[in-house]
């Protein structure tokens, strides 16, 4: 009679057949593993618009700056053309430019709805600056237009621009908390599921210490195991991610200046790092309760 | 081979074995006696590291037990093939599977005819495609014997092998063990049955090691 062979070629596959297999509640893991990566595909997603968001308002509104112009019906005329020249003798302004009637119009359209009679309102004269590179000095500025037209507000868009900027980046950073709390909250629940695993096999390790089994042996086991159903959980849940974010509405139809939330350019692949992240948190998490488990046993 | 220096064990207050000196030469058989809870299961622990004595000094192939690494211990084991009374076997891996296991976790393959050669030898060839639960008690004493000797190691403690079998079968596992002490092996069997001492005794040269008022002492020939 030939004997049946006693086991399958590769070593590793034989680490896993040592530790019997866990039944229904392995999926846990990966369910787990897969809602933690959906969720951190939208934490990601949240910091990398918020970034982008950060830096187009920051680069929109640093570059330019407006002059408001109130004055008594006799003196705009005076006032506009003293600004001008001011302008022009100032240092570090690229470029200015008088908004007309016209477009003062256009640009109060969407708020006043179309035929509104401009000439019958004490609408402000608006002059837009482009600064130059290095830029101009703003308080300088400032304290010229003062005296040469009274009327003249140099609005350098800083109010606007510095909450928006903070309140970027503390998306930014809420963000990159959220992924980092995901990750441990992931690390938590693999570790307590190994230890689990690891205390419902405390026999089968004794056997596999009687027979002279290396720690890392038994491990490799654990190890082996909880890192490929995070990968796979991990897998789904990034590309149910993706899936998710690819079919949010874009943002960029509604207004220039709003960004949506999702991904752009190289910002896709950081979703298909997940995974593999997942992975390693899995392995060290694993790894770390199999050994602390092991030194309980003899 | 294996020997005891002055030692002691004990756990909660209560000293279990005290003053324990003795060698197991290569080649040696030894019986190891005494009712139950005396102490017998501790002693063969002492003596494959499972546990660590007290006070003293256990040498497992002239090296400290104490001085061991976890790694140390296993790769000890490896030379030191344990039969315990209730087999701990892996019960969802055939019995083929699970005699190969001290190959299979150094990573070694064992060889297909000297596995084959070792179920006939205890018998079990027809079991080999078994599952651990499926087999009778007699089975797994011989099996876990098979498992014990299947890496070739120097010495093989057993404790109780006999403990759930009949008669016929305690003869059959000794004479198992008989020949491997005549290969050279070095064996150890604590048991309480004072009949398969007599028995092996008229087979072999085999010293009996009582253990009484902690103490462990080199029994007469008289029994």
């Known amino acids: 009679m030939k004997f049946p062979k006693a086991k399958p070629a590769s070593p590793a596959t034989r680490a896993l057949e040592v530790v019997p297999p866990s ?214 849940g990034a590309a149910a991610g993706l899936v998710g974010v690819a079919a949010l509405p874009a943002a960029d139809a509604a207004g220039g200046f709003l960004t949506g939330l999702g991904f752009s350019g190289t910002g896709w692949l950081w979703p298909f790092a997940l995974p593999p992240l997942a992975a390693i948190v899995a392995f060290l998490a694993t790894r770390r309760a199999a050994f602390q488990k092991l030194k309980e046993l003899t | ?54 006070s003293g000094r256990v040498t497992l192939f002239d090296n400290d037990v104490t001085k061991l690494s976890r790694d140390d211990v296993a790769r000890t084991r490896r030379r030191i093939g344990i039969v315990h009374q209730d087999c701990k076997f892996l019960d969802h891996m055939t019995l083929a599977a ?25 018998g079990l060839k027809h079991l080999a495609d078994a599952l651990p639960p499926q087999m009778s008690g007699g089975e797994r004493q011989r099996a876990a014997l098979a498992r014990a000797v299947i890496v070739d190691p120097d010495v093989i403690l057993a404790d109780e092998p006999t403990g759930n079998v009949d008669w016929e079968m305690s003869l059959r596992i000794l004479t198992l063990l008989v020949e491997l002490n005549k290969m050279g092996k070095t064996i150890l069997v604590a048991t309480h049955d004072l009949n398969l001492i007599r028995q092996a005794k008229a087979q072999i040269q085999a010293r009996v090691l009582r253990i009484a008022k902690h103490r462990v002492q080199l029994a007469g020939a008289d029994l």
């Open chain 2, 98 to 122: 699970n005699m190969a296991l001290p190959f299979t976790v150094s990573d070694r393959e064992s060889d297909a005819q000297d596995m084959d050669d070792l179920l006939s030898w205890v």
């Open chain 2, 1 to 54: 081979m294996i020997s005891f220096e002055n030692v002691a064990y004990s756990y909660g207050g209560g000293e279990l074995l005290s003053d324990v000196s003795l060698k197991l030469a290569p080649g040696s058989f030894h019986f190891l006696t005494g009712p139950s809870g005396a102490g017998k299961s501790t002693f063969l622990k002492l003596a494959y590291a499972e546990l660590l004595p007290s």
């Open chain 1, 23 to 236: 039944g229904p509640t392995a999926w846990l893991t990966t369910f787990t593993a897969g809602a933690m990566t959906f969720l951190c595909v939208f934490a990601l997603a949240l910091s990398l618009a918020s970034g982008r968001l950060a830096t187009r308002w920051s680069e929109a509104l640093a570059k330019t700056a407006t002059i408001r112009l109130s004055a008594p019906v006799e003196q705009v005329q005076i006032q506009t053309d003293a600004i001008l020249a001011t302008l022009a003798t100032t240092p570090g302004i690229a470029s200015y430019r008088l908004i007309d009637d016209a477009e003062t119009k256009k640009l109060l359209e969407p708020w006043f709805g179309p035929g509104l009679p401009i000439e019958a309102l004490p609408i402000p004269r608006l002059i837009e600056v482009v600064e130059a590179d290095p830029p101009y000095d703003a308080e300088g500025l400032k304290q010229r237009l003062t005296a040469e037209a009274p009327g003249a507000v140099l609005d350098d868009h800083t109010r606007w621009r510095r909450p928006l900027a903070e309140a970027a980046s503390r998306i930014r950073l809420l963000g990159v908390l959220s992924i980092a709390l995901i990750g441990a909250t992931m690390a938590a629940m693999i570790t307590l599921a190994a230890r689990a695993a690891l205390a419902t096999n405390a026999e089968v390790i004794r056997v596999l210490r009687l027979v002279g089994a290396k720690d890392s042996y038994i491990a490799r086991a654990f190890v082996r195991r909880f890192t490929l159903r995070t990968l796979t959980g991990a897998a789904v």
